[in-house]
């Protein structure tokens, strides 16, 4: 049972452009919906997190949106850049858990 | 300098054989954790530990076993019954385990394959 649904599966987007990632729970117990950022032959980095009683949080060219009734949250990268190119992961938890990822979206910025 | 560290970074091993991955923290962690990456497959859970001698299996723990004997160390040995382990290893670390907004930190990997 698939718990986090991350789709697309991969993205490519032009520099400048908007990327949109989107991710489905079912838990409605998680209480916590971090994003990760990887790049190739690396460990993830935490990029942005957002609990359930706020529906956006903004850092810099990076926002998660967040709807609680459709269990749905995305993340926005505003004005992408190639340098942004690597896999992102959604991932959720809830207290005492460790965090469930998505299967990632490869995201591609062209130059 | 503060971290993760995953050692080695490749490591090769023959069918049969078992090998064990080292996963050292000098965050003062409570938690830690193993996953396993494949290729469209996300990060799965294969153990956790959030205390010192205590860990608990996560999604995939067959044919694996890990040991926490102090508090920044988690290794894993992947074992012979373990079918496919060729992958991408990662450990990570967060403050608690029953905090879930306690940020979990990621080593760089240690990518295993199975010649």
């Known amino acids: 049972q698939q718990q986090v649904k991350q789709s697309p599966q991969s993205l490519i987007v032009q520099k400048g452009g908007i990327s949109i990632i989107n991710c489905a729970y079912e838990n409605t117990a998680f209480d916590y919906f971090p994003w990760y950022q990887q790049f190739p032959g690396k460990g993830p980095a935490l990029l942005i997190a957002?609990?359930?009683?706020?529906s956006e949080k903004k850092e810099g060219r990076f926002t998660i949106s967040f709807n609680k009734s459709a269990k749905q949250f995305s993340l926005h990268i505003m004005d992408s850049q190639p340098g942004d190119s690597a896999t992102y992961f959604c991932?959720?938890?809830?207290?005492?858990?460790?965090?469930?990822f998505g299967k990632g979206t490869t995201l591609s910025v062209s130059s | 300098d503060g971290g993760i560290t995953q050692s080695p970074k490749y490591l090769f091993r023959k069918e049969g054989q078992n090998v064990t991955l080292s996963c050292e923290q000098n965050?003062?962690?409570?938690?830690m954790y193993w996953y396993r990456q494949d290729p469209g497959q996300g990060l799965r859970l294969i153990y956790y530990s959030q205390i010192v001698n205590d860990f608990q299996k996560g999604d995939i723990a067959e044919g694996y076993s890990v040991s926490r004997e102090k508090k920044e160390s988690f290794p894993l040995t992947v074992t012979s019954a373990q079918k496919n382990p060729t992958a991408f290893y990662l450990c990570a670390s967060s403050p608690r385990l029953a905090v879930s907004t306690d940020t979990q930190y990621f080593g760089p990997g240690t990518r295993l394959t199975v010649l």
């Open positions: 965050l003062n962690h409570d938690a």
């Open positions: 957002i609990r359930p009683d706020v």
């Open positions: 991932a959720a938890s809830r207290a005492g858990t460790a965090l469930i």
